[in-house]
């Protein structure tokens, strides 16, 4: 069965430093990984997806699947980038399968 | 552009009850998933339905329904409610094609007493 694991529920980094949000999955088939973000009192919304292979708002994310990850990085982050980020794999059906969620804090 | 619309806000059911939630795609969104997000356990796809028909189901028991109008709304049903059914209901609707992003509705807090 296919199952999504963000390792950390919590992150806090400071404002201008590196940041990357971990994310494994487990998944028989070829995966079709995305980033959701929801930013606090805002609906969950799509960050990024593997298949447009696109950076937004300084994130990236890059398919491993040898090591079967999808991390999330962003080389400066600033303090609107805050937010509950869900890692989340589309398999068939369009269903698709979060993980627990990362809950990230950019202090001043 | 309107976004994804569910009502009511809140619901407080009593265990035992019937509890009936809706969703209003984006326009020309074929597509209607529905997600639980339970304390502790995260978001759970219940549901997908696309065109009238009910495409996926999720890992969950036969009390949990739902159906799609014409005009693209759905409707999520729970019946016999149980407590551990208190959650947020999320509906979220895409262009029903595979790997099209889905955009999400603000939710149905769900409480179950």
């Known amino acids: 069965a296919q199952r999504v694991t963000q390792p950390e529920k919590l992150l806090s980094v400071f404002k201008g430093a590196p940041v990357e949000l971990k994310c494994n999955y487990s998944?028989?088939?070829?995966?079709?990984l995305f980033w959701y973000v929801q930013y606090s009192r805002q609906r969950l919304q799509l960050l990024l997806r593997?298949?447009s292979r696109e950076s937004i708002k300084g994130f990236t994310a890059d398919l491993n699947k040898g090591e079967t990850s999808f991390h999330l990085k962003k080389p400066f982050a600033q303090e609107e980038d805050s937010a509950m980020y869900y890692c989340?794999?589309?398999?068939?059906?369009?269903?698709?399968?979060f993980g627990e969620g990362t809950q990230l804090t950019v202090n001043p | 552009e309107a976004g994804v619309t569910q009502s009511p806000t809140h619901l407080i059911k009593t265990r035992g009850q019937q509890a009936t939630l809706r969703c209003s795609p984006i326009?020309?969104?074929?597509?209607v998933y529905w997600y639980q997000q339970a304390l502790g356990l995260g978001l759970q796809f219940l549901l997908w339905?696309?065109?009238?028909?009910?495409?996926n189901r999720g890992n969950f028991p036969p009390r949990f329904s739902g159906r799609q109008f014409p005009n693209y709304s759905s409707e999520l049903n729970v019946n016999a409610l149980e407590l551990e059914d208190s959650a947020l209901y999320l509906c979220?609707?895409?262009?029903?094609?595979?790997?099209?992003?889905?955009?999400f509705g603000p939710g149905t807090r769900l409480t179950v007493l």
């Open positions: 979220a609707s895409s262009l029903g094609t595979a790997y099209n992003e889905q955009f």
């Open positions: 326009s020309g969104h074929t597509s």
């Open positions: 989340a794999l589309e398999t068939s059906g369009s269903r698709l399968t």
């Open positions: 998944y028989s088939g070829s995966p079709e």
């Open positions: 593997h298949i």
């Open positions: 339905y696309d065109e009238g028909e009910e495409r």
